[in-house]
């Protein structure tokens, strides 16, 4: 199945994790301490593949997301809220499933601004989680069937973090597929 992005990086991620046949979540959130600062960094409006966002404050490290119409008069779904996180100098965006109040976690995306004040993000390399799982290198389980499989972590944070230290980014998340949200204020930001 294709991950359609929608409009910013963390909605994408949402979407993305959402639409995916397989989908990784957290029991907890991802990251050790809330992330005020970078919440407060990416206040604003963003542009993404297929849309506009704006992101604001929530208070201790969260953000309120809405997706913006494409065009005036159009109504916009809700807005959803983003926790975000680091352990150290690594940042994560979580998210519970806003239209599912039994969600089983947070789905979850690592990601970074780059030298152009762009928002890059990779999800979970669902291949590399579902196996650390069979090998009992992290605590979880896999559900669903062959069409439709959620691996649920269950590991704390601490085993998460020793997981994701003992290897490479490119094998923990698709960096072959990054989802970018540009500041739309930079020179390179597609029009």
């Known amino acids: 199945m294709s991950r359609s992005p929608i409009a910013t990086l963390l909605l994408v991620l949402a979407v993305t994790a959402l639409s995916a046949c ?3 979540v957290s029991e907890q959130p991802l990251g050790t301490q809330a992330d005020p600062d970078g919440a407060k960094a990416l206040i604003g409006e963003w542009k993404a593949e297929k849309g506009r966002a704006r992101f604001s404050d929530a208070g201790d490290g969260r953000l309120t997301v809405q997706v ?8 916009a779904p809700p807005p959803f809220t983003v926790e975000l996180r680091h ?4 940042r994560y965006a979580n998210l519970r499933d806003p239209d599912d109040a039994d969600a089983l976690g947070y789905l979850f995306i690592r990601y970074k601004t780059n ?3 762009h928002i890059v993000g990779w999800i979970p390399d669902t291949k590399v989680f579902r196996q650390a799982i069979a090998d009992g290198k992290l605590a979880g389980e896999i559900l669903g069937n062959r069409i439709s499989r959620t691996i649920l972590i269950t590991s704390g944070q601490a085993d998460i973090d020793a997981f994701l230290a003992g290897i490479a980014d490119e ?11 540009w500041n739309p204020d930079a020179p390179d930001t597609p029009k």
Do not use: F, M
């Open 22 to 24: 397989t989908t990784v």
């Open 68 to 75: 913006l119409p494409k065009k005036e008069g159009l109504s």
């Open 87 to 90: 352990s150290g100098d690594i």
């Open 115 to 117: 030298e152009n004040g």
């Open 171 to 181: 094998d923990a998340w698709e960096t072959n597929h990054p989802v970018v949200v």
